[in-house]
């Protein structure tokens, strides 16, 4: 994003600049415009800020711009460019200012103000500071702080005095016992130390308005280094897994400094695929000594806590007491429990993976909540030739096929109740055996490498589904397979079922949803947010007690609702197929990882600002 300061004094200047960049009215055209002689005297410096601007554009990086909003000259060709290029419009002045009529956007008083919580990858900082006879040094801690980091900052400064009498009397009433006399004198030197950053470049422009001409500095900020503790490996074919490997490489592309620990990382301190990765040191277990000294010895300046909480929620409380942590984890039942609202109180921000985690915080008496969901990989999950897919999987060509893609571990994801419901559906209509086929990607047994999951093959026996359920081979789903393999088996898929009983967010419904397949899933928790109307919800029959985690609550969904559903969605495949392009462009709009990504600045900035404010 981009930050760009001016002033009203010189509001000419800076839309000759936004004009200069506007492809309907290039260079020539602009000199051929009736304007005073200062708008082409300061054109080599518009167009010199232009380089750079555009390539922050190129970087897919959305521009916000902070200017005099009183309504001047040429303001529809002004408003046009902004709203081709997405850019936001903001006030800086002085005093409070009224917008412009038509436009929305912010208002702003720099010396009486902080700027937004939200941080830039560019500001750029007119000669509007000798308009500000204010502190100067207040207003460079300002700009710094706006600048995110591994960002830039641009200062412009006037180097050689103005033109005599040329607003020698600017707003005395917030002269604070100073004169313009200190931005008069500038040197170059002078203008290099005001601002204690590494020097980018420097590039210095004549114009007529001063003798020595105009002196730009660009500056660079020091990347936020931060300490990311996963619950899985970045490298692991887990939904944790894949999270911690793709909001850190969005971070990282964002100037963030990420360095993971987690388990099953390699030992050593390695860099793969661009990740620095450090190996927990026992294991799966979390060491809370290990995470404070690797936190001090890379000088990070916050840690992020990627999985479930409230099993570590005793401990994760007093890590948060030693060192600034950030909580990104689900929250899949109500209320919470004291031990959870204890260690929610005692950490920076909780990044909430879904709005129903979010909303159950906020009714404990939190307020350090924030919502950051997860998010698909476009270029790996997308529509496929569902014959094709078919063909290389060697799944039945003409059956209507459900896909269910869960963890056997514990009974959340209903996957009994799932098997008695599609029993339910071939006992009714016994014709739907030979037309159907449920696939189910999971590890069946219960057994030494699986204690806490159900006997899933047995069942389905038991049940009469012997030829109607695929399972993927045991190993391989050990072994986990890649995103290319299970976007393929969604491209093979008619629709999606996650019958769970809760979820924190739930990423089988947009990795589905992202290859055309809508979903069947419960009407609890995350799981009908992320759906929307694009795809059919379970009822939930009654509420029972989690027991891992005390006396709340998860739902019990319909298993006679659910073999409704089931039916359904066989005799109305038109639907289907309209469900699935919707649920499509659903994921596209709200669900990619860059689109997750985004939300990480703002809870990043907010957990910064509260240690600075020693909150």
């Not at 309907?24 to 005297?41: E, M």
């Not at 009486?112 to 500000?132: F, G, N, R």
């Not at 509420?543 to 019990?556: D, H, N, R, T």
């Amino acid at each position: 994003m981009m930050l760009y300061l001016s002033d009203d004094v010189y509001r000419e200047k800076t839309l000759a600049k936004i004009l200069a960049m506007m492809k309907h009215y290039p260079l020539r055209q602009l000199c051929d415009q009736d304007l005073p002689d200062y708008f082409i005297g300061h054109l080599p410096r518009f167009l010199e800020q232009k380089r750079m601007i555009e390539s922050y554009c190129k970087l897919d990086r959305t521009a916000t711009v902070f200017d005099c909003c009183t309504a001047f000259p040429f303001i529809s060709w002004y408003c046009n460019w902004l709203f081709e290029c997405k850019v936001e419009f903001g006030c800086l002045d002085m005093e409070d200012c009224e917008l412009a009529p038509g436009i929305e956007g912010y208002r702003f008083n720099i010396i009486d103000h902080q700027l937004p919580v939200k941080q830039y990858s560019l500001v750029i900082m007119t000669e509007a500071l000798e308009h500000i006879p204010a502190d100067l040094y207040a207003i460079r801690d300002k700009l710094i702080a706006s600048v995110k980091p591994g960002g830039h900052l641009l200062v412009s400064y006037p180097i050689g005095g103005r033109n005599a009498g040329h607003y020698e009397a600017d707003l005395p009433q917030y002269d604070h016992g100073k004169t313009h006399a200190h931005l008069r004198e500038f040197t170059a030197e002078s203008a290099e130390a005001f601002i204690d950053l590494p020097v980018v470049e420097k590039h210095r422009v004549e114009t007529p308005l001063y003798p020595d001409g105009i002196l730009e500095f660009l500056y660079q900020t020091e990347p936020t280094r931060i300490l990311w503790v996963g619950a899985a490996s970045p490298f692991a074919p887990t939904a944790y897994g894949k999270i911690s490997y793709y909001i850190p490489k969005e971070l990282e592309k964002m100037g963030y400094n990420v360095h993971i620990l987690s388990p099953h990382n390699p030992q050593g301190r390695l860099v793969i695929d661009g990740l620095k990765l450090y190996p927990n040191l026992i294991g799966t277990r979390l060491c809370l000594d290990q995470v404070v000294r690797l936190y001090r010895d890379l000088k990070c300046e916050l840690c992020i806590y990627m999985g479930d909480f409230w099993p570590y929620a005793s401990s994760l409380g007093d890590l948060a007491k030693t060192i600034p942590l950030v909580l990104h984890s689900p929250i899949d039942h109500f209320p919470l429990v004291e031990s959870e609202i204890r260690c929610l109180q005692a950490v920076r921000q909780l990044a909430s993976v879904g709005a129903a985690g979010m909303r159950w915080a906020l009714e404990a008496g939190l307020t350090n909540v924030s919502y950051a969901p997860h998010g698909v990989n476009p270029e790996i999950f997308r529509p496929g030739d569902r014959v094709e897919a078919r063909k290389k999987l060697g799944w039945p060509p003409d059956a209507f096929i459900y896909i269910t893609v869960a963890t056997n571990k514990g009974d959340r994801k209903n996957l009994c109740g799932l098997l008695r419901a599609y029993r339910d559906v071939l006992s009714r209509r016994p014709e739907l055996a030979a037309r159907t086929r449920l696939m189910l990607h999971t590890y069946p047994y219960r057994d030494e490498l699986n204690e806490e999951g159900y006997d899933i093959w047995n069942l389905a026996i038991s049940m009469g589904l012997r030829d109607n359920i695929i399972f993927t081979d045991p190993l391989t789903y050990l072994e986990g397979i890649p995103e290319s393999q299970l976007a393929l088996m969604y491209q093979a898929s008619d629709v999606h079922v996650l019958p769970s009983k809760t979820e924190g967010f739930g990423i089988p419904l947009i990795e589905a949803g992202a290859c055309g397949i809508p979903s069947i899933t419960t009407n609890f928790a995350s799981m009908p947010e992320v759906v929307g109307d694009c795809g059919w919800l379970i009822d939930v029959n009654e509420m029972e007690v989690q027991q891992l985690v005390g006396y709340s609550w998860q739902s019990i969904p319909s298993t006679a609702h659910l073999a409704q559903l089931l039916e359904y969605v066989v005799d109305h495949p038109e639907e289907v197929r309209d469900k699935g392009l919707n649920m499509m462009q659903r994921v596209e709009e709200e669900y990619t990882w860059k689109k997750a990504a985004s939300y990480w600045p703002e809870i990043l900035n907010k957990s910064l600002l509260a240690i600075q404010q020693n909150i």
